[in-house]
């Protein structure tokens, strides 16, 4: 209980310092990984595993996207992805892209200019939870409960 209102707490942080700044502090990050092994101490190399494989998708699209992902996001990706484990972790990037996806077709229709940064972590956070809270894809990988 008091690691999901820890987690909550930390999440609207993120969530806030995002948008609004376009930043994420390390501390909230930091907090979040040790969190997040301890979460999943029992099943420590399953979970890094799964963090490894988030990391390894998102730093494919930071390169080809020419650093077009924040360094927060790649954190926070490994994070969820120790959290989610090596199932869950592609079906949360996946519903992160949904997500995501009315923003980015917004901004690609109504402005001239295609760099914009648009905060993604708010998009991961939202899907961690519903991967977390989904009858369809809940495997029992990870309860935050």
């Known amino acids: 209980m008091i ?9 609207l942080i993120i969530i806030v310092e995002d ?20 979460l999943r101490a029992d099943v420590l190399f399953e979970a890094l595993v799964g963090g490894v494989i988030g990391l390894g998708f998102f730093l494919i699209a930071y390169f080809i996207s020419k650093q077009g992902i924040g360094e927060a996001d790649l954190i926070i990706i490994f994070i969820f992805g120790i959290i989610a484990g090596p199932m869950l972790i592609l079906k949360l990037i996946m519903f992160s892209s949904i997500l995501s996806l009315p923003i980015v077709l917004y901004l690609f ?6 760099r914009y940064e648009i905060p993604y972590a708010p998009f991961l956070i939202i ?7 989904s009858v369809l894809f809940n495997s029992g990988s990870f309860q935050f409960s």
């Open 3 to 11: 690691i999901s209102i820890t987690m909550l707490i930390i999440n």
């Open 127 to 133: 899907a961690l939870y519903i991967v977390n809270k």
């Open 109 to 114: 229709i109504r402005k001239k200019e295609r």
């Open 19 to 38: 948008v609004i700044t376009k930043s994420i502090r390390n501390i909230w990050l930091m907090t979040y990984l040790i969190i997040a092994v301890i």
